[in-house]
């Protein structure tokens, strides 16, 4: 909801008429900018503002996990025909889920961490586990914001932290631990070349960047742009590039990885990222130099051009 709001506020009033649409599990609902609500019809993707129905022309996603991120809302829009600033559906599929996004990755040359995906009911999970060492990091393999996700330390802890796991997804991936710092590059397409922003280093003092960290901790920095050699920052910026552009993602996307000092290892693709006020990509587009009402206006700007 807050990274909707922040689009709303940049969204250029002069060219375009923005509106609400928020999903719950229960319906779909449409109101004004000032919260004033609105008739909604699903069927055509259409608002009643006393006029009759009236088409949305694009849609902008700010949903984060599913259905925003997975493809199925992206399927719904190109059904009825609506433009979106995403990825579509299978971009969209691939990179929510984390082990077939690093695999794939891996077989495309880049270089990911050592991992396993394991199934609810696998007799076998631990012993499959075991050749990756510790510690290692669990994690549901369809999920967002750190949620369900461990460091194991000891093979004692690892059947907490996969049940921990389960309870956010059917499938579970274990990844090998990687030590070093932990770098988040931007991606956006304006003008049809994925185009890297600045690199943000984080630093916290958590095991991880667990969902404290990333929301509640003051002491967590997030540096813009990081304080790298400029080798390594162009080394993250191009990867970032060349994994936007291979897996066809579009709109703003951000890659996450960690650099060990003498490698780069790439670790998650985010298509969907936060744009609150306290998100990284928004401090990225300052920093860039585009800002945040530039990036948003033409995105829209692009998906009405080209659908």
């Given at each position: ?77 190109d059904l009825l025909g609506v433009p ?110 994925a185009q890297a922003l600045p690199v ?108």
């Amino acid at each position: 909801m807050q990274s909707a709001a922040r689009m709303m506020t940049a969204i250029d009033r002069s060219r375009y008429a923005p509106f609400f649409i928020t999903i719950t599990p229960d319906a779909w609902s449409a109101a004004t900018p000032d919260e004033q609500p609105l008739a909604f019809d699903r069927g055509q993707f259409a608002i009643d503002r006393g006029k009759g129905w009236e088409r949305f022309a694009a849609a902008l996603i700010a949903i984060h996990g599913s259905p925003g991120e997975d493809g199925l809302l992206q399927g719904y829009f190109d059904l009825l025909g609506v433009p979106y600033q995403t990825g579509r559906v299978p971009a969209m599929a691939l990179t929510m889920g984390k082990f077939g996004t690093t695999a794939l990755l891996r077989q495309l040359g880049f270089e990911v961490a050592p991992s396993v995906l394991l199934l609810r009911h696998m007799p076998d999970s631990e012993a499959r586990v075991s050749g990756l060492g510790f510690p290692c990091f669990v994690k549901p393999d369809r999920s967002g914001s750190s949620l369900g996700i461990s460091k194991v330390k000891r093979s004692e802890d690892l059947a907490k932290a996969l049940d921990f796991a389960f309870a956010e997804c059917a499938a579970v991936m274990v990844e090998a631990g990687v030590n070093g710092r932990e770098l988040t590059c931007g991606v956006i397409d304006l003008d049809g070349t994925a185009q890297a922003l600045p690199v943000c280093e984080i630093r916290h003092a958590r095991e991880f960047f667990d969902y404290e960290a990333k929301y509640h901790d003051r002491d967590t920095e997030e540096l813009v742009p990081a304080p790298l050699p400029e080798e390594v920052t162009r080394l993250v910026q191009e990867r970032s590039a060349a994994i936007y552009t291979l897996l066809e993602c579009r709109g703003m996307v951000r890659v996450d990885h960690i650099w060990t000092g003498d490698r780069l290892v790439t670790i998650e693709v985010n298509a969907t990222p936060g744009f609150s006020a306290a998100s990284i990509f928004p401090k990225m587009l300052e920093v860039s130099g585009i800002g945040v009402e530039r990036a948003v206006n033409g995105l829209v700007a692009r998906m009405l051009a080209n659908g």
